[in-house]
Structure formats: C-alpha cells, structure tokens
C-alpha cells in the first residue's frame, strides 16, 4: 500500500542545523530568500559540537580545502561585521613542527605565550587567525536567520529525499510530511550520504572519529590557539581548556579517562604553572570525511539538490554558507567550489 503524505511547500530547505547549514540558512535568509532549516535535534548537535573550531586560512598545499581555506578568516570576520555580537575570538594562533610547518617562522625568545616550558627553534605566530565557541556561534547564526526571515524545524528527522520530475520538484520526507522545494541542500554531517542515496546521488563518505579532552584550569594559563606535531590547545575566558586527540581506539569510559589522563599529563608538563589541570570530558565526535578528504560541496546531477559537507567544517562554514547561497540565488557556478563538486563521486 503506497502511503500518500501532504506537501508542504518550501523555496529552499537546509537539512542540518551544524554550523555549515546554519552558515547556508544565514547566507539565503540575509538575501532574502525564503529558507526552511531542519534537523533531527537541536543546532550543533552532531560533530559541530565537537570541533576544535580553529579558524585559520592556513593550510599545506597538500591538505584539504586548499582554495577555499584562503576565504576562511575574511568570510568569518564579514560575519563578524554583519551580525551584531557574533562571537569570535581572535587570539591569534602559535605553530610549529613538521605537521604545522609554515612560511615566515620566527625565531625565540617566543614570548606570546610566557607559560610554555618548551621554546621551540622556530615557530610562527599568526595574529590575524582565531576560533569560535561552536555551538554557540552555530545558535547566533540560526537566530540571525530566524531575524532574517528563515524558518526551523527541529526535532524533525529528515527520513529520505524525494524528486518529481514532472512537477520539477525534490522534497524531504519527515515522515508525516513531506516539505516540497525548488532546492533541498543536505548538510547533514555523517547522515548526508544516506540521504543522498535515496535519490541515486552518490557521496563517497565515512564517519571518522576524533577524541576531544576537556580540561579545566585557571583562565589565562593559554592565550593563542597553540598547535604542534605533540597537542593542540586552545582555552576559554571561563578557563576551559579544548585539546583534540586522534582516535585510538578508546571503547569504554575506563580507556577514555585514560586518554584524558594522558592528555592533562601533557599539558602539565608544556606549560608552567599548570598543576592544577583537571579532565572535565572526554568525547568521541564523528566526522563527516569523504574519501579524498575534500569537501563536497555545489549541486547534484539531479535537478534542485545540492550537497554541502567539509572538514574542516567550523573554519570553511563562513565561506561555503556565502558561494552556496550565491549558487542559489545567482543561478551561477561559483568557480571556487569547482573542485569540490559532489559529481566526482558519479
């Protein structure tokens, strides 16, 4: 028995409430473009909320979103100008060794960062780089959207895409209804390729786990993001301190306490005066990854959908929310995203 569902009809519906769909819906809403955002949960409820959240347009020539990192920090800081207390953090980041190697290092004494009881032989400092709190930057671009005009629906799980071709439309299945659009934009992180294949769009992706350590210490202890081939490590006014891990195959909350545990051990014996570090959390994350490591963003070969996926998702949000809602409201291929067309994977 075919089930029949009402339609409701939408302009442009974003699947994904992370910080790039709420980039997407702020980008349409302040064109004034009617736009629906929806999401199985709250904004930034997925691996948003689990970014280091460096913004940098630093990047090798190897790495991924080469092109598109270069926009990063000037989008960001538009963003900045655009909505009033939109808040970003501009400390300004301190690098070094073979991982973060970069042009124009600088020789010590390093004295942006007094605590540190390393002093590397060279390093670079980048004033002009930051980071952001995400999923409280992620809540004021939904609410600017929102003052702009957008819609949301959260709580509301996106089950499959739907096209009629007849009508030249594509739809998103919520179960007891379907929300009819001209374009449906999927950035729904690590869910994007099962939705895709219910319109035979192919997405080569895979969740890739990270681990983030929480730690707590007198504010003031870090003043830059500081990154390095041995940690990365950025705090908050409030003293919270953020250091991502790779993966290493913590399955239970005996070998995550471990992994905190090695974690603080580190940061003790890299800055002074930081015995009184503790282990707040210790989180897995799931990451969206394609397979070559490189964003998959811009318009499907089916008519009306378009993907927007990356990582790094928080540093490439701004520039991606700005070329996709270009691509929808101009109608025009935006050079910059010809590299990362979702059609590769055809």
Same mark, same amino acid.
């Given at each position: 028995?075919?089930?029949?569902?009402?339609?409701?009809?939408?302009?442009?519906?974003?699947?994904?409430?992370?910080?790039?769909?709420?980039?997407?819906?702020?980008?349409?809403?302040?064109?004034?473009?009617?736009?629906?955002?929806?999401?199985?949960?709250?904004?930034?409820?997925?691996?948003?909320?689990?970014?280091?959240?460096?913004?940098?347009?630093?990047?090798?020539?190897?790495?991924?979103?080469?092109?598109?990192?270069?926009?990063?920090?000037?989008?960001?800081?538009? $963003? /900045?100008?655009?909505?009033? &207390?939109?808040?970003? +953090?501009?400390?300004? @980041?301190? #690098?070094?060794?073979?991982?973060?190697? =970069?042009?124009?290092?600088?020789?010590?004494?390093?004295?942006?960062?007094?605590?540190?009881?390393?002093?590397?032989?060279?390093?670079?400092?980048?004033?002009?780089?930051?980071?952001?709190?995400?999923?409280?930057?992620?809540?004021?671009?939904?609410?600017?959207?929102?003052?702009?005009?957008?819609?949301?629906?959260?709580?509301?799980?996106?089950?499959?895409?739907?096209?009629?071709?007849?009508?030249?439309?594509?739809?998103?299945? $919520? /179960?007891?209804?379907?929300? &009819?659009?001209?374009? +449906?934009?999927?950035? @729904?992180? #690590?869910?994007?390729?099962?939705?895709? =294949?219910?319109?035979?769009?192919?997405?080569?992706?895979?969740?890739?786990?990270?681990?983030?350590?929480?730690?707590?210490?007198?504010?003031?202890?870090?003043?830059?993001?500081?990154?390095?081939?041995?940690?990365?490590?950025?705090?908050?006014?409030?003293?919270?301190?953020?250091?991502?891990?790779?993966?290493?195959?913590?399955?239970?909350?005996?070998?995550?306490?471990?992994?905190?545990?090695?974690?603080?051990?580190?940061?003790?014996?890299?800055?002074?005066?930081? &015995?009184?570090?503790? +282990?707040?959390?210790?989180?897995?994350?799931?990451?969206?990854?394609?397979?070559?490591?490189?964003?998959?963003?811009?318009?499907?070969?089916?008519?009306?959908?378009?993907?927007?996926?990356?990582?790094?998702?928080?540093?490439?949000?701004?520039?991606?929310?700005?070329?996709?809602?270009?691509?929808?409201?101009?109608?025009?291929?935006?050079?910059?995203?010809?590299?990362?067309?979702?059609?590769?994977?055809?």
């Amino acid at each position: 028995m075919t089930i029949v569902r009402p339609w409701e009809m939408h302009d442009t519906v974003v699947i994904g409430a992370g910080v790039i769909g709420a980039s997407i819906a702020y980008h349409l809403a302040a064109r004034g473009e009617p736009v629906t955002v929806v999401d199985a949960a709250l904004p930034a409820s997925g691996a948003t909320r689990h970014s280091f959240a460096w913004i940098s347009s630093a990047g090798g020539p190897d790495g991924p979103a080469v092109g598109l990192r270069d926009f990063s920090v000037d989008d960001w800081r538009r $963003l /900045g100008a655009e909505i009033p &207390g939109l808040e970003l +953090v501009w400390s300004g @980041a301190l #690098t070094w060794g073979d991982e973060f190697a =970069r042009a124009e290092a600088i020789a010590p004494p390093i004295d942006v960062e007094p605590r540190l009881s390393y002093l590397p032989s060279s390093a670079r400092f980048s004033p002009d780089e930051g980071w952001i709190d995400p999923v409280r930057v992620t809540e004021q671009l939904i609410d600017a959207a929102r003052h702009r005009g957008a819609q949301t629906l959260f709580g509301a799980a996106a089950l499959r895409l739907i096209r009629d071709e007849a009508a030249g439309l594509v739809g998103v299945d $919520l /179960g007891h209804v379907v929300l &009819g659009a001209t374009n +449906v934009i999927v950035a @729904a992180g #690590t869910g994007s390729a099962a939705l895709c =294949r219910s319109v035979d769009v192919s997405l080569s992706l895979t969740s890739s786990p990270a681990v983030m350590v929480r730690l707590s210490a007198a504010p003031g202890l870090i003043g830059h993001v500081v990154a390095n081939d041995e940690f990365e490590a950025r705090q908050a006014p409030d003293g919270t301190i953020l250091m991502p891990r790779g993966y290493s195959g913590e399955d239970s909350a005996d070998s995550l306490a471990q992994t905190g545990e090695t974690v603080r051990r580190l940061l003790v014996d890299s800055f002074e005066d930081a &015995g009184d570090v503790r +282990v707040l959390s210790v989180d897995v994350g799931w990451r969206p990854m394609t397979d070559d490591g490189e964003p998959a963003v811009g318009a499907t070969h089916v008519p009306g959908i378009h993907v927007a996926v990356a990582h790094p998702g928080v540093c490439l949000a701004a520039t991606i929310g700005r070329l996709v809602a270009d691509e929808i409201t101009t109608s025009a291929a935006a050079p910059e995203l010809a590299r990362f067309r979702p059609s590769r994977f055809d």
